[in-house]
């Protein structure tokens, strides 16, 4: 994704910049495994209720 000259002035507070290059951050990484824990650790325990209350 190549973005130039933006001109847009900040957008629901946060920055804008440009973006040279597309990639994944830090944050996106640790978003992603803290989403992915999350779906792996409740799965047993929805299985579980479902057997339960079906």
Known sequence: ???????????????????L????TTEDVLWAAGIWSVILTMSPVIVFYMLMVA
């Open 1 to 19: 994704m190549e973005i130039e000259n933006n001109s847009l002035p900040d957008q629901r507070g946060f920055a804008t910049r440009d973006v």
């Open 21 to 24: 290059w597309g990639g994944f």
